[in-house]
């Protein structure tokens, strides 16, 4: 797995910059434990979508993808809000209400489908 990876290459960092080393526990990191700064990972991130066949996105919008695509799988509200880091699933459901509304017309047809 590519994260597998990438944790085996920042433990090898942090062994080679030892006593200098800042862990902050950090998925993405300078060699030496620091935060990369804002501009330069979205820097980044936009040339990484300029070389991808996909449709172009901010960095930002991957939250909202991530929210959007486990509600429509059909994982629970309280699940999706706890990985978001909402303090209360309100706040979740007002964000991706449209996602809730397509699931409960989804519920509907298959109530309909039961009954009949």
């Known amino acids: ?40 990972f979205s820097s980044a991130f936009r040339n990484f979508m300029k070389r991808c066949p996909v ?11 991530h929210a959007s695509l486990l509600a429509k799988a059909g994982v629970p509200i309280e699940v999706i809000s706890k990985r978001l880091g909402h303090s209360d699933i309100s706040i979740t459901y007002d964000r991706y209400i449209t996602v809730y509304r397509d699931r409960d017309a989804e519920a509907a047809e298959a109530f309909g489908k039961i009954v009949t």
């Open 1 to 40: 797995m590519i994260l597998e990876s990438h944790r085996a290459v920042q433990a090898a960092e942090r062994i080679a910059v030892r006593p200098a080393y800042h862990d902050e526990d950090l998925i993405f990191a300078k060699a030496d434990g620091t935060p990369i700064s804002s501009w330069l």
């Open 55 to 65: 449709r172009r996105i901010r960095f930002h919008d991957l939250r909202d993808t």
